[in-house]
């Protein structure tokens, strides 16, 4: 039977789902405001473009608790990297080691205990007995491990941080910052991956006794593999975890929240919005040309100039394309110049934010041009910038 309608009808329906589909594939990328944290200081950062995503006072001074044990395995496995302990070696327990306070390992005066155990121990079970011990068989007592604490925070950048012990127990005057933690978690994990290992592990038997590792994330399936909890009264319940996902790794850091529940899910919230709508991704190609520059006095009449790294940022997903190149140059640029001649910068931003900024290099090199060729360059510089400046 003819239909003469037909055809029409088919065409409409087919021009309505296709204007649907071009809708739907140019809707913008929506991305959510990161979640309310209820915590003294938060940060989520990404470990590998050095980016801090989202905070609140990421500055802000406040005490660590036992998160200071990251810094004193830290120092532990630098040590051990540099060939002046072994972690089979036996750590004698002193009586100070022995009566700490707070979370133990249960080490007993007068023995010796191999120093991977005593790791673990810190690590696992944050044993305050276990930290004392590393650090007077490291340093010869405490105190001085702290000064060995402090110089690798100054060497790191940690600019708001103080440590007073080894422990994280209490002190006017041991205290850090977000930021810190984040700069301190990125150089545990990057430089330090054979001991990184030990933040992984769920539980740990010493002594008859086996205790669970506090950071309950491990357990989730979510790809934490660490890092450390934190407790005092005054620190309140802290969390420093990392993880990693879609060729990300996440680093989130929450300091001062009210009980266990609330310091895991402030972490987890974290790191399911920095994963769900980020990506950390490659802008561009290194040694590729980005833009020119003219030259004078030179055999040639311009360069090349481009980046001396392919750099990565983590920005929200989808919006690689929207970001954009400022390039700053000299107004006058002369010869000679060398092959990787540092001559400007380019700032990449998105939605007018400064995400990058990398130098500009020379991809080739430039001579002097002939004692001619340079004055009549300088000749018309000269004559260029004077009617500039009328």
Request: aromatic fraction near 8%; charge should be negative.
């Amino acid at each position: 039977m003819h239909r003469p309608w037909l055809i029409p009808a088919i065409l409409i329906a087919l021009l309505a789902v296709l204007g649907h589909s071009l809708l739907y594939a140019q809707a913008p990328s929506i991305t959510p405001r990161a979640p309310q944290v209820p915590a003294g200081a938060w940060l989520l950062g990404d470990a590998d473009s050095n980016q801090i995503i989202a905070s609140s006072n990421p500055d802000e001074r406040l005490a660590p608790a036992s998160l200071t044990k990251i810094m004193t395995s830290l120092i532990a496995a630098e040590q051990i990297n540099l060939g002046r302990f072994a972690p089979t070696d036996m750590v004698p327990i002193s009586v100070k080691a022995w009566r700490a306070e707070g979370s133990r390992m249960f080490v007993r005066e007068g023995t010796q205990v191999m120093l991977e155990d005593l790791l673990r121990g810190i690590i696992i079970q944050s044993g305050n007995d276990a930290s004392i011990a590393v650090a007077e068989y490291i340093a010869g007592s405490e105190e001085a491990f702290a000064d060995m604490m402090n110089a690798k925070a100054e060497l790191l950048g940690m600019t708001g941080t103080h440590y007073v012990n080894s422990t994280g127990l209490e002190d006017l005057k041991h205290y850090t910052t977000a930021r810190d933690l984040f700069i301190l978690s990125q150089h545990l994990i990057e430089d330090f991956p054979d001991h990184y290992r030990y933040y992984s592990e769920t539980e740990f038997t010493y002594n008859d006794i086996k205790q669970a590792n506090r950071n309950s994330l491990l357990l989730e399936g979510r790809g934490v593999d660490g890092i450390k909890t934190g407790f005092t009264s005054n620190a309140g319940y802290c969390l420093v975890a990392s993880s990693v996902d879609r060729n990300m790794r996440l680093i989130a850091v929450v300091l001062k929240t009210a009980s266990t529940s609330a310091r895991t899910r402030a972490v987890r919230s974290l790191l399911t919005w920095g994963f769900n709508f980020h990506e950390t991704t490659r802008i561009i190609d290194p040694r590729v040309p980005l833009t020119t520059s003219p030259v004078w006095y030179g055999v040639e009449t311009e360069v090349n100039l481009g980046v001396p790294r392919s750099p990565i940022v983590t920005i929200a997903r989808g919006r690689k394309p929207d970001i954009r190149m400022n390039f700053e140059l000299p107004e006058v640029l002369e010869a000679p110049i060398t092959r990787d001649q540092e001559v400007g910068s380019v700032v990449f931003r998105l939605d007018e934010k400064e995400v990058l900024t990398l130098p500009l290099i020379a991809l080739s090199e430039v001579e002097q041009s002939s004692f001619l060729a340079r004055f009549y360059d300088g000749f018309v510089l000269f004559f260029r910038e004077l009617f500039e400046e009328d």
